[in-house]
C-alpha cells in the first residue's frame, strides 16, 4: 500500500474525498453500509500499509472554535516553522496570502502547502467530519490513526471552506506565482504537478539539478512526485535517482535529513495518513524511520541509502 502512496506526486497526494471513501466503503454526509466483507477489506489493506497506531479520535460532531478572518501584521520570521506549529492555518494562510501578494515568493509557496493540506477538509468541512464519524462508527483498530490524523486537519484547516476554493487550479495559479518570482520549491511544484514552468527536457533535467544543487529541504519535497515511476523511461533523468517506486521517498527521505519537518506529527506525517490512509503503527516514529520500516525491504536498505545519499552529494562537496 505504500509502495503505490509513493508513486504518486506528493503535492497530488490529497486524494478526492469521495475515492477515499469509497475506497473504505463510507459515503460522504451518509451513514455506512459496510457488511463483514468490507471491513475486512479494510482490515487487508491496514495490514498491507500500517494503520493500527492507537490514538484519541475526534468526534465528528465536535464544535470547533470560531476563526477570526482578522489579519495580523507581521509574518514569523521562519515561515516554514510556523506552517508546522501552527494551529490554526487559515489564518496564517491569509497573513502569508497578503504578503504573497506583495511579491513575497516564499509566503505564496507556504501559502500553497497550506492550500494543498488543507484542500480536502476545505471542499466540504461538514462532509469530512460526517466522513471521519461515519468511518469510527466502523469501530475497526486498523483506521484508528487515519481518524486521529483527519481529527488534526480538521483542527487546524478550521475556517477553510469550499468558497476559498482550494482545488488544483488555485495551486497552479498560487505556485506559478511563485515560481516566477524565483521561489525554487514552488518551481518544483509546478514540475511534479505535470505543469513545468517549460516543457523541454533540458529544462526539466537543469531543474532537478539545480533543486539539488540548492539543497533546500522544501524544494526536495516538492520536486520527489515527479522523480517518482512518473519519471520512468524519461531520458531527461538518466543517471538521476529518479524512475522508480522508491526514487520518490529517497528525495523525501533526503528532505528530511536536510532539515524538512518529518516529526510524527509533522504535515508530512499527517498528510500520508489523513489523506491517503498510510499510517505508523508507532505514535513515535518519524517520516525516515517509517519508510525504512514499511516501505523497503531489507534487501533494499542499501540501495535507497545509496540514493539518499547521492542526494545529498552536493551538499558534502561544498563542506
Known amino acids: 500500500m505504500f509502495s503505490l502512496l509513493a508513486r504518486k506526486p506528493w503535492y497530488l497526494l490529497v486524494l478526492p474525498a469521495a475515492v477515499l471513501m469509497a475506497a473504505l466503503g463510507v459515503r460522504s454526509g451518509a451513514s455506512v453500509h459496510a457488511g463483514n466483507a468490507d471491513a475486512a477489506a479494510v482490515a487487508a489493506a491496514s495490514d498491507a500499509g500500517p494503520a493500527t497506531l492507537a490514538a484519541p479520535l475526534l ?5 470547533l472554535p470560531e476563526r477570526s478572518t482578522a489579519v495580523a501584521a507581521g509574518l514569523p520570521l521562519d515561515l516554514r516553522a510556523a506552517l ?4 490554526d492555518l487559515f489564518a496564517y494562510a491569509q497573513q502569508l496570502q497578503v504578503a504573497a501578494d506583495a511579491g513575497n515568493a516564499e509566503a505564496g509557496w507556504i501559502a500553497s ?9 476545505a471542499m466540504d468541512p461538514s462532509g469530512y467530519a460526517l466522513d471521519s464519524a461515519a468511518l469510527q462508527r466502523m469501530d475497526l483498530d486498523a483506521i484508528s490513526a487515519m481518524l486521529a490524523a483527519r ?15 482550494l482545488g488544483r487550479a488555485r495551486l497552479l495559479q498560487q505556485r506559478l506565482a511563485s515560481a516566477k518570482a524565483g521561489n525554487l520549491a514552488a518551481e518544483a511544484a509546478m ?9 523541454t527536457p533540458e529544462y526539466r533535467r537543469a531543474l532537478v539539478e539545480r533543486v539539488q544543487s540548492s539543497q533546500d529541504p522544501e524544494a526536495f519535497l516538492a520536486i520527489s512526485g515527479a522523480m517518482g515511476s512518473a519519471a520512468a523511461g524519461d531520458e531527461a533523468y538518466r543517471g538521476m535517482v ?6 520518490q521517498l529517497a528525495w523525501q527521505v533526503a528532505a528530511c535529513q536536510l ?16 489523506n491517503g490512509g498510510i499510517c505508523s503503527r508507532d505514535p513515535q516514529q518519524d517520516f525516515e524511520s517509517f519508510v525504512y520500516d514499511a516501505a523497503v525491504s531489507r534487501q533494499g536498505m542499501e540501495k535507497m541509502n545509496e540514493m539518499v545519499s547521492s542526494l545529498r552529494s ?4 561544498v563542506q
Open 59 to 63: 468526534g465528528g460532531n465536535r464544535e
Open 84 to 87: 508546522e506549529n501552527g494551529t
Open 113 to 121: 502547502r497550506i492550500y494543498d493540506h488543507c484542500g480536502v477538509f
Open 151 to 165: 481529527g488534526k486537519v480538521r483542527q487546524s484547516c478550521a475556517g477553510f471552506s469550499s468558497a476559498d476554493g
Open 191 to 199: 514540475l511534479s504537478m505535470g505543469e513545468p514552468l517549460i516543457d
Open 242 to 247: 529518479a524512475g522508480s517506486q522508491f526514487s
Open 259 to 274: 532539515g524538512l519537518a518529518c516529526g510524527p506529527d509533522s504535515t508530512l506525517m499527517v498528510a500520508y495518513c489523513a
Open 314 to 317: 552536493a551538499q558534502r562537496g
